[in-house]
């Protein structure tokens, strides 16, 4: 792959940036993306590019909460969501340096408590497998997406996470897995994965204005709170807690820090003259491990036009303009970031937004890297994405709308409300109780969830979840032959009914 790049970065003229021409690109750039902001109707956003060495733009847009004057600036923090992958992988390759870990070490030599579905994967997995999502198994986020399962045991239950494919054959991004690469960090240094990446990479970096997790935030100034668009408009929500999870996407950061975490990555790992990483474990982050299969990139692949798309050590990658790009989203409730890298060119771009998925990151990403890297504008990427994306979110209405027509309005429950409430169960995703309340039907997922169970039809459910900004769920009864509730299925999980005994 690199042969083949080398060929075409030889082909490609590439401006350097400086004087006016800097001044002029940084103004442009500016007026760009406070535009773009208002197109997507950002709230707020926070975007830094880092080139040859030193933070060239730092910008903050909008507010901080909607119907507050308090403005986004580079200071401000927001939740960094998955870009904190990154960080986790740059956790273990400063062990791998020391001795204290292998890439390719099974990972019960760190945890001899580790078990997965198959005791051959039990057996095989490595910490490597544990960092690019192709240990073999299915996605298993409903462990902990507002659970109130521990850390612990969200890894214990690890093993009831179903096999998908053949280790190594496939790609299925896996948050667990990463927790499980905290895991290993805490085990292989004796500190939390939390401690070990404020004081191994944050404190040398002086990353003051970033913290490992979102209980951290707490009486901190200056941060973000995460907006939702709820029946059409836009509303201030909660946070939704990354903390089980830690080292798969718990961080909290502002892009004047991550400006920092950008240099330091693009001078191979150095800090004030000091490696923090060998250049040999600093360019294995950045060596493509998995490849990735269309289905599960990033739309903007329409428009960008790979001819490979892989995952390297928390990084996704692809080539662009004939360079390799690194990069990686973060997504959590009300809260966006992105990331992206081209270490040849000495270019860094990092963006933070707090509206739940507002797509114009991929766009600003895009065409900082043509500013600031190639010397040039490129494309009008807003405009071209924010097609690409109504075409998405109109094929979605699609498909909830044909779900609409196939129900059955004529229908009536196959029995009273008493008759579903109790426990259901399932080893993966745990207990939920329905209750009757008020003569109607509640689930409790959590002390966090629950949902109002309105008749869809026959005996299934729609449940309207408390938090109105989480899409509501079908829940379907599973009647046995003697007429009473066997199972409920939700979420794609059947969870059987708990007989009292």
Known sequence: MRLWLAGIVAAVGVSTLHGQGLDRAVAEFDQYAAKAARDWGAVGLGVAVVKDGRTVFAKGYGVRILGQSDPVDPETMFAIGSTTKAITA?????????GKVRWDDPVIKHLPW????????????????????????????????????????????????????????????????????????AAASGMSWERFVETRIFFPLGMKRTVPTLGATAGLPNVAAPHQRVDGAVRVIENASVDPVAAAGSAWSSVSDMAKWMGFLLDSARVGGQRLLTQSTWAELFRPQALVPAAGFYPTQQLTAPRWMSY???????????????FHTGSIDGMVAIIGLIPELGVGVYLLGNLDHVEVRHALLYRALDVFGFGGPGRDWSADLAAIYRNIEARGDSVRAAGRRGRRTDTRPSLPPSGYAGWYADSLAGKVEVRVEGGALR??????????????????????WSKPWVDPDLVTFLIGPNATVDALQLGGRRLGRVRER
């Open 90 to 98: 740059a956790a273990i390759g400063i062990l791998v340096d020391e």
């Open 114 to 185: 580790f078990m997965l579905a198959d005791p051959v994967l039990t057996r095989e997995i490595t910490v490597r497998d544990l960092l690019t999502h192709r240990a073999g198994l299915a996605n298993g986020d409903v462990l902990w997406y507002r659970t109130d399962l521990t850390p612990a045991e969200i890894l214990r239950r690890a093993r009831f996470i179903p096999v998908a494919y053949s280790p190594r054959s496939s790609f299925i991004y896996q948050n667990v897995m990463y927790a499980a690469a905290g895991a290993v960090v």
């Open 312 to 326: 390297g050590l928390g990084w996704f990658q692809h080539d662009y303009r004939g360079r390799m790009l690194q």
């Open 443 to 464: 689930l409790v997922k959590s002390s966090e969830l629950a949902a109002d169970l309105q008749h869809w039809h026959l005996d299934t459910f729609e449940a309207r």
